[in-house]
Structures are given as C-alpha cells and as structure tokens.
C-alpha cells in the first residue's frame, strides 16, 4: 500500500509517500517503525492509541482504530490535524 506522510513527519520517510505492509493500521506501522525509526511514536502513544492531533484516512475515510484490517492496495493518508486558540 502507499502512504502519504504529512511535511513534519518526512524528516522520518525523506518522502512525501512511501511504500509499506501490514494487513492492519498497526501492521503497517511497525513496518514503517521497522525502516523509520521513532515514526511510529510521533503517530500512536505508548498506550497504542493514535496522538490526538494525528488523523489516518484509508482510502478517504476517517480511522481511528489501529486494529482497522488494510488491503494491499489501500492508500493510507497520515494527517498532522492543526489547532490553535
């Protein structure tokens, strides 16, 4: 599957987009923390949930939950989400 890594976290990838495996979201995260070392923190917490300002889309829908079963030809979008006050 190919995954779009948002700007502030291509310090990680050096890509824009990069290939990975997984049958689930948090399959394909430890592939990608396997190559891309300290990617995966800065994603989901050390409880296993995703960061709060961190939204995934797989193929264009919103998903929260890591356990969410992938296809090889998902897209999975990573969205650094922005906030202020």
Same mark, same amino acid.
């Given at each position: 599957?190919? &995954?779009?890594?948002?700007?502030?976290?291509?310090?990680?990838? *050096?890509?824009? /987009? &990069?290939?990975?495996? %997984?049958?689930?979201?948090?399959?394909? +995260?430890?592939?990608?923390?396997? /190559?891309?070392? %300290? !990617?995966? +923190?800065? &994603? $989901?917490? @050390?409880? %296993?949930? !995703? *960061?709060?300002?961190? *939204?995934? +889309?797989?193929? =264009?829908? =919103? $998903?929260? @939950?890591?356990?969410?079963?992938?296809?090889?030809?998902?897209? $999975?979008?990573? $969205?650094?989400?922005?906030? =202020? =006050?």
């Amino acid at each position: 599957m190919q &995954v779009l890594i948002p700007a502030a976290l291509q310090s990680y990838t *050096r890509a824009a /987009r &990069v290939a990975a495996t %997984g049958d689930s979201l948090d399959a394909m +995260f430890a592939d990608l923390e396997q /190559r891309y070392p %300290g !990617l995966r +923190f800065r &994603v $989901v917490d @050390e409880r %296993g949930l !995703l *960061r709060p300002n961190m *939204r995934i +889309f797989v193929n =264009g829908l =919103g $998903v929260r @939950e890591l356990r969410h079963e992938l296809q090889p030809d998902d897209a $999975v979008a990573i $969205v650094l989400a922005l906030s =202020g =006050g």
